[in-house]
């Protein structure tokens, strides 16, 4: 690996090693770029992530401060853990189910197609889908993702097969193993799926993507790269002129240091993306960096979600093999007669004894609670992912009354449901559970959100400067040498889970600012 | 608090594993010796012969010391255990790991231990003397009454992680956890389910298998 200087100016410094960041770094890597990552987390692999659900929690998870505020039911299930997201080399790849959907086109366009809805802050994508769909297309071909570029589907396990029958007996159509960069054959030196049904745990056989063990050791090769692992940012520093300047970190042992940097691109996820920005305030930009259009931290989304698990006289074994691999996309249109705008996913998943005792319904005891463990052999489950309403009061804010370790105002997580949120996930319930009686369900029931694994929008694109964040390209509006590489830069949310246009952003971005670098522009 | 588990040796070799029940993985009961005792409690009880789990542990009989709470309070929590979380299927020995658990809690600190110590007091004077041995009904109207205080939260909010994440509740509910160390389910039934047929290949294509 690469050794930088902490005063190499010339370097581009990427905050995060996840989806955005690892696969930027590693773009740019390959373009003769020499970039200097700063991941807050540990290093793990393969052989280190263990298959048992609360450990692997222990050595995964985002677990620093978190505050919680809102009427939304995380507030009081999960008061300090507002998302399951992680802390390690690789981010949330790490702990990612891997589906991996293309936005459609309309979502793109979500003010223009939903119209004016109240309560909600939409506004459309600077960018369409027919733009990306080249670098859809590379995504795709970087991730392995099923079902593309000539790799078969995966097998569908059990929990598929009774998804599958009450999907079709309901009289949905589309319902297939999904679109997923898990190996379903060996491919890009990593081997096929082993079914191990611990996909949230870190994939111990390595067939599922993740930055970890392909974009990181790739940009690695190239010797234009440089991992420091345990760097936690504190802090972008700029100079007169309003040019980002390098960043300031705290090191493994504690100790701050400042790197610096010709550009520095941020992806630490929705909430620590945003709570850097504001951070980073100063005289010249008291709002936070980038802040001038007010946006910074607002317009936090997280999809709406929630999950059915229904129970049969027979067993099933949810937790054998790949735990996403399996979808209804029938829903997923955009159709007002259903009384709400955009649309959802319904998608397999399962959890451990562990985490089915905590996510179940969280704070839920007695009789009835026991009963559904008692049925665990005999549960099937779905997640239910759709489209949730931008809203400006929506808001990662810095607590003022809570510092973390290292003495920094923690951030806070505000959400309230749209009206929209909620119509929409009544009749995901209800359909998820038409699908499981359909299939010979004895008993069903609707689990509420776990801590939201899919944080975005809070440094947004937008066309015009005052509408958001970013343009485009994920280039700060008001700084040219600052960018937002991650699912912060989302407009809105669209129906499908992030990661690969988190990714498909990150190889566009990559091919901007180094034409940018070139053409001596920043 | 010492918990002495007994090396395990019935153990159920590697291929032994039963797909329709789930693996089970090793069952370490907690023991503590009765000539080290110095705490301030104790419970102790015995797994049903003929059970499961009596098949799976080298001892059916099990101790547990307790550092802080006594042996009174230890049991009331049991049974308040049992109320929030009742199975059948779970022996004692379960419950007893959430009185553990709490237990590691008080003597770590002062302000757990009073707040469970008054719990426990409370529902011990609710069923005019001993909880543990008030008629079931009973015991459900007093836990019930105490929903939503700091004592009931600490109680419930334990109960998840001592009652669900140990070897002898995968055992009961039929969860084998780890699979990696196992290969997977792709040679060991992650499609085996018999009573619905098959999605056409176009929609579940077959296992790559080399």
Redesign the interface.
Known sequence: MAKFDHSDDSVVVVIGSGAGGGTLANELCQKGIKVVVLEAGKQQSNASFINDEWKSFAQLAWLDTRTTSGTWRIAKDFAGLPAWICKTVGGTTTHWAGASLRFQEHEFRAKTVYGELKGANLLDWPVTLKELEPYYAKAENKMGVTRTNGIPGLPGNNNFKVMYNGATRVGYKEVHTGNMAINSQPRDDRGRCMQLGFCFQGCKSGAKWSTLYTEIPKAEATGNFELRTESHVSRIEHNPAGKVTGVVYFDKDGKEQRQKARIVCVAGNSIETPRLLLLSASNMFKDGLANSSGQVGRNYMRHMTGSVYAAFKDSVHMYRGTTMAGIVRDEAVHNPARGFAGGYEMETLSLGVPFMAAFLNPGGWGPDFAWWMDHYTHLAGMWLVGEDMPRATNRVTLNTSVKDQWGNYVPNVHFDDHDNDIAMRNHAFTQGERVYQAAGAIRTFRTPPYPSTHNLGTSRMSARAQDGVVNKWGQTHDIPNLFVSDGSQFTTGGSENPTLTIVTLAIRQADYIAEQMKQRAI | MRVIPIADTSAPAAGSCDE???DVRPISLPLARRDFLKGSGLLFGSLATGSLLAGLAPSTAWALELKKLTSAEGAALMAMGRV????E?LPDAVYALLAKDLDAKAAGDAATAKLLSDGTAWLNKSAGGDFARAKAGRRQEIVRSMEGTPFFNTV?GQ???S???NDM??AV?????????K????T??????K?????PL???????MG
């Open positions: 329709d029940t789930g929030l979380y009742p199975h299927k419930r109960c998840i992680t009652l669900y994440d509740a995968y509910f039929g969860y084998p956890g780890a699979s990696w160390d290969g997977g389910y792709i060991r039934g992650f499609q085996d389910l009573w619905l047929p098959a999605p176009e929609a579940s294509p077959k296992p790559y």
